[in-house]
């Protein structure tokens, strides 16, 4: 329960970090308020003030192609204005792809990439994406701007490596190159369900070989991660549909789970055995007729 | 028999409403229902009387928003109550200290047990369950005091500063060790045990299996929470604003808490947002009436999500050992079952949910013996009571699995067994009452197995199609389809001797224009199902007037019964019949003074009485300028008889039948399904409202194929872990499968119009129909529901096999 907070609209971004910087952890951003006005009403946390990233949207929302042919994504653009964006479907149709089934349209229009970063869950979905796609994130605060790898962003439940000072003001997404990539997920129950398997796989091929392989997982434990044995197999080799196989199985096995309400550790990690064959198959083009996901 | 075939959710997918196909759904190959009024006939019809799919007079409002639900209830003095609840399945009171709850700025009242004026408890059927706990409490959510104060967020914080300390108690949760263990509460652990011996006990079969079964626990999961607005009244009463099921039951037990005359207790139902059984249980009615009391002032009530699945009853979980003989023919010889339901803390409406398990533990079959064992304990889970099936879709998962486990061994098509054995006119089932009525238990299955089946998967099937749809889990090679039916038989309306009945009041009268119009006034409640159209078609049809207003639903009317057991079609339909026929004899007799005529039968036609052998006639407004005529009737249904000490008696008013056929596509190796079509034939006596009919057809399977592989409330040491629609999920349109549906209309004897209760039977054979077809598909076993995606992936295989016992396999 809240006992009454304050809502600061800030003008511009400096204003908006010398409000973040009042070294209070009840002074809070927020975006498009699908996670943070959940955590509030079940009081798991109660803010003094929160910092409203409304009026900065026209400055930090933009999509743009960088000149090394890269992606630069605002981070105060919403979900749905990503999966709209024909640069992220020309270049980045992983991410399209994840962003369109992602839970609900209402909730695509009003939730940004910002918070789908910052926010810290462990089941969502655009994580395991931009570990696949070696996203770079930019933040701000008063004490100065940095860059964090997606890599080293997510640090477990509801936690990230951007302190509280600071901002997300934007992604970098590094040019791809040629290469073929999916995002599959499983909603055990209703359709629009959170994941509880999030894969993010992707692979750059350069003549017949694998030149770089990228392959995440999201919604399993406390942090999405990387499978790096798997991307280290994968890298250089041209896998058949048995050794790609061994390869998920292998992964699957060296996971350490633990049991949930809807699904026990084992089952866990026999999806992710299934599901890890699946996407693998599908981005080598060796699946006997593999449906052809997100286009 | 009407067909109507709904759009695929592929269709919703694509932007079509799912719609009604072949232009509204209309009763073909069926006379028109007969008027009320045995003798006189109405020549020409009115419009949108019986019969027809006449609009819902509060549609529009709902759909548009301007329809007050119970939490729109607003009065510009009004406090807010809120309730302290039991974090613990289990524990002593050992002291409650309110003092800074009290003293808080804003906070006008906080009671505890001891502030209950009247009768300390209350309950539907038996009143064990504390008003607010005293001593201890026996469940989580249990109420233990109530706060009311002038801002919600203040109540919050008041029943958060209120310092309970508690000694944990021993957790009574396993509902088998219930009978054997200390009594939890002085009235003992087991509400009921009900044995059933029917026909030959020790009769054996050629052919024997058996199996075990569970059922999860399902909750009601309406979309319009517990909500409620008290006034306290000049005379010291209490006037009651309230969402609830039966206004009279609430009434009663509220007085009593109160201590006060059932007359200073006047309830008015509030707009409802859902029901299916939740809302039949007394929750925050005598809690919110006595802040009203002791403050004076009008009190609001609202429950949070998490607060209602705490606070009402939800379905009864059960664990079921079946055993079914029969010859190599097929025909079924005997049934054995011992059907243990998990009551949880208090009695709610339990007793009569094992008698439903007991008497139709067989399912609708003609078989010559029967030994059923049923059992409903008291436990420290949450409590269990009444939800849409009461008792009855337990077993017909059970039953129904066992039919196909036997098909198997007999290697017999599961239909074919099942049109084997099913019951007709004239039968018996297994408590030893004949089928008087009709029971087209052949028909039914005979037209769900009719539809078309869904199309073959194409190979172009966009991946969203497929189990798992959104995530993109499933390639075509990786699915499976598989194909599944049951059937089910419910009784309609109370059972065991009850004698039930609802009131209706009619007036008929002019208004200043001069137009005639009739008002009725029932305390029937409308949580959805449609008696405000049924009310209005009924005396449309049977007055001959297009107007008619209905009189809010309260206890100003004698009462009206509960919205459930499928039974206000009946029960309240019947009672409007009763009172519109009343007035319509008022009518004839003015008319004959009018006209001159003292013994000529005369017709009442839309507007008009006429007499056919002359063609005089008097419009029915100048028959009213004598002044307006009311009726009020009660309509009480045929007696029925208790059970004896073997289960045995005609304890049942009318029997309702129904066969599901699910189509599923399954993706084995992950254990998704996507339930692409149920096909059903139903029952329906006569659908006086063909499209509210389908309405009830198609929410009845939502919740069938929610139970089937969706919804359960999780219950760990007598704690809820999902009180969430984050976590406790229901179908949505994405989940929906397109529903095929033939309404089987033949006119029940004794029932109003011929009509049977539609509500429940959709929910029943549904559930199990799913999960056979997911066994079609997977050769898993699959005896618990709902069914797990790791159940599929990881279950029993080998499936259904005949078992111990069996002298051959075919
Ligand atoms: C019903 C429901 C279903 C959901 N289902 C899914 C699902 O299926 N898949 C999925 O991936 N997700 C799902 N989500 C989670 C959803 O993706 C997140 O709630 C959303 O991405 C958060 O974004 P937001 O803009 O609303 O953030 P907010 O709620 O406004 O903020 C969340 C957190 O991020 C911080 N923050 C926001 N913007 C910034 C910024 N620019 N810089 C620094 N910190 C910032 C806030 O301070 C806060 O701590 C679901 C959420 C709900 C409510």
Redesign the pocket.
């Known amino acids: 329960m809240s006992s009454g907070f304050t809502i600061e609209e800030p003008r511009s971004v400096d204003e908006a970090l010398t409000l973040l910087a009042q070294g209070d952890e009840t002074v809070?951003?927020?975006?498009?308020?699908?996670?943070?006005?959940?955590l509030m009403k079940y009081g798991f946390f109660e803010p003094a003030t929160l910092v409203s990233?409304r009026h900065l949207r026209s400055s930090l929302a933009d999509i743009e192609v960088t000149p090394d042919g890269g992606v630069r994504l605002g981070?105060?653009a919403t979900?749905r204005d990503l999966e709209d964006a024909p640069i992220v479907a020309e270049r980045l149709p992983l991410l399209r792809q994840a962003l369109g089934r992602?839970?609900?349209v209402r909730?695509r229009n009003?939730?940004?990439l910002?918070?789908?970063i910052?926010?810290g869950?462990p089941?969502?979905?655009?994580p395991p994406v931009l570990l696949a796609l070696d996203a770079q994130v930019q933040?701000a605060s008063i004490r100065g701007a940095r860059t964090i790898a997606a890599q080293d962003m997510f640090l477990g439940y509801y936690e990230t490596a951007?302190e509280d000072d600071?901002?997300?003001?934007e992604v970098r997404i590094p040019p791809q190159g040629e290469h073929r990539a999916t995002y599959r997920k499983i909603?055990a129950r209703a359709e629009?369900?959170?994941?509880m398997l999030g894969i993010a796989a992707l692979v750059a091929t350069d003549g017949g070989r694998i030149s770089r392989a990228r392959v995440a997982l999201g919604a399993l434990t406390d942090r999405p991660m990387r499978l790096p044995d798997v991307e280290s197999a994968l890298q250089g080799s041209d896998p058949g549909s048995d050794e790609v196989e061994a390869i998920a199985r292998d992964a699957a096995a060296a996971l350490d789970l633990y049991d949930k309400p809807a699904a026990s550790a084992a089952y866990q990690r026999h999806i992710v055995a299934v599901h890890l064959r699946r996407a693998l198959l599908e981005i080598l083009d060796l699946g006997d007729g593999s449906s052809k996901g997100g286009r | 028999m009407t067909t109507t075939t709904c759009g695929p959710s592929s269709t919703a997918a694509t932007g079509s409403a799912p719609a009604v196909t072949g232009s509204a759904p209309a009763v073909t190959g069926s006379a028109p229902v007969a008027p009320p009024g045995t003798r006189e006939r109405t020549q020409r019809r009115v419009r949108d009387g019986l019969g027809t799919s006449a609009d819902r007079p509060d549609g529009t409002p709902k759909v548009t928003g301007a329809f007050a639900f119970s939490s729109d209830l607003h009065d510009q003095r009004m406090l807010w109550g809120r309730t302290l609840r039991s974090p613990h399945a289990h524990a002593r009171i050992v002291s409650i200290d309110t003092s800074a709850a009290a003293a808080m700025p804003g906070v006008v009242a906080v009671l505890l047990a001891e502030d209950v004026p009247g009768k300390a408890t209350f309950g539907l059927e038996h009143t064990d369950q504390p008003v607010l706990a005293r001593d201890v409490v026996r469940y989580e959510g249990e109420a233990v005091a109530i706060v009311a104060a002038e801002h919600p967020e203040t109540a919050l914080r008041a029943i958060r500063a209120i310092e309970v300390t508690y000694e944990p108690l021993p957790l009574l949760t396993d509902p088998a060790e219930a009978a054997t263990t200390d009594p939890i509460h002085p009235d003992g652990n087991v509400f009921r045990t009900l044995p059933l011996r029917h026909g030959d006990v020790d009769a054996t079969g050629d052919v024997v299996v058996e199996g075990t079964y569970e059922v999860g626990m399902q909750d009601q999961a309406f979309l319009g929470p517990e909500s409620a607005l008290a006034l306290p009244s000049d005379d010291g009463g209490v006037e009651l604003f309230i969402s609830t099921q039966w206004l009279h039951v609430d009434r009663d037990q509220v007085a009593a808490c109160l201590a006060l005359p059932a007359d200073q207790v006047h309830l008015t139902l509030g707009g409802v947002g859902g029901a299916f059984g939740a809302r039949e249980d007394v929750s925050l009615q005598v809690h919110v009436c006595l802040l009203a009391l002791a403050t004076g002032r009008p009190v609001k009530m609202l429950y949070s999500r998490a607060e209602s699945f705490l606070g009402h009853v939800h379905r009864h979980p059960a664990r079921m050992r079946y055993r079914h003989h029969a010859r190599r023919d097929g025909t079924l010889v005997k049934v054995e079952a011992e059907i243990l339901l998990d009551g949880g803390a208090y009695a709610s409406s339990s007793t009569a949910v094992l008698a439903n398990a007991v008497c139709f533990a067989a399912g609708p079959y003609r078989v010559e013996a029967a030994r059923i064992d049923g059992q409903v304990v008291r436990t420290n889970n949450p409590p269990c009571g009444a939800m849409r099936g009461f008792g009855v879709v337990q077993v017909c998962f059970a039953h129904e699995a066992q039919m196909d486990r036997l098909a198997a061994a007999l290697d017999m098509d599961p239909v074919e067994l099942r049109l084997h054995n099913a019951l007709k006119p004239g039968d018996a089932i297994i408590t030893g009452q004949r089928l008087t009525g009709t029971a087209p238990v052949r028909e039914v299955i005979e037209a769900a197995m009719a539809h078309p089946l869904p199309p073959d998967p194409r190979e172009d099937e966009p991946a969203i199609a497929l189990p798992g749809g959104a995530g993109l889990t499933a390639r075509r090679e990786d699915v499976r389809r598989g194909t599944g039916i049951a059937v089910s038989i419910k009784n309609l309306m109370y059972s065991e001797g009850f004698d039930d009945y609802s009131t209706a009041r009619v007036r008929l009268e002019t208004s200043p224009d001069g137009e005639p119009f009739a008002t009725v006034h029932s305390a029937c409640a409308e949580v959805g199902q449609g008696f405000v159209t049924l009310a209005q078609q009924i005396t449309r049809t049977a007055l001959g007037i297009e107007r008619v207003v209905l009189h809010a639903a309260d206890t100003g009317v004698g009462s009206a019964g509960s919205t459930s057991a499928s039974r206000q079609t009946w029960m309240s339909g019947g009672a409007v019949q009763l009172a519109c026929d009343t007035v319509h004899h008022g009518l004839l007799e003015r008319a004959r003074g009018v006209l001159g005529v003292p013994d000529e039968p005369l017709v009442l036609e839309p507007g008009r009485v006429v007499d056919p052998a002359t063609g005089a006639e008097v419009a029915i407004a100048q028959l009213l300028r004598a002044g307006p005529l009311e009726a009020t009737e009660e309509h009480h249904h045929a007696p029925t008889s208790t059970l004896d000490a073997d289960g045995q008696g005609d304890a049942h008013v009318s029997f309702a039948f129904a066969a599901h056929r699910a189509t599923v596509d399954v993706d084995p190796d992950l254990g998704l399904v996507r339930v692409l079509q149920i096909a059903t034939g139903q029952d329906v006596g006569r659908a006086l409202n063909p499209r509210a009919v389908i309405g009830q057809i198609e929410g009845g399977i939502a919740q069938g194929v929610g139970l089937a592989v969706m919804e359960e409330i999780l219950v760990e040491d007598g704690l809820v872990r999902n009180p969430s629609f984050?976590d406790y999920l229901i179908p949505t349109a994405l989940d929906m499968p397109s529903v095929a549906a033939t309404l089987i209309e033949q006119p029940e004897p004794g029932a109003p119009f011929g009509a049977k209760g539609v509500g429940e039977p959709p929910t029943i054979s549904s559930t199990p129909a799913v999960v056979a077809a997911i066994r079609d598909a997977t050769g898993k076993a699959l005896t618990r529901v709902p069914v797990r995606a790791q159940d599929i992936a990881f279950g029993e295989a080998g499936a259904i096999p005949p078992t111990a016992g069996s002298t051959s396999a075919g």
Do not use: C
């Open positions: 809070r951003a927020i975006a498009g308020g699908t996670g943070l006005s959940l990233l981070a105060m979900l992602l839970a609900t909730l009003a939730a940004q910002g918070g789908a910052a926010h869950h089941q969502m979905d655009t933040v951007v600071e901002l997300i003001l909603t629009d369900d959170w994941p | 984050t």
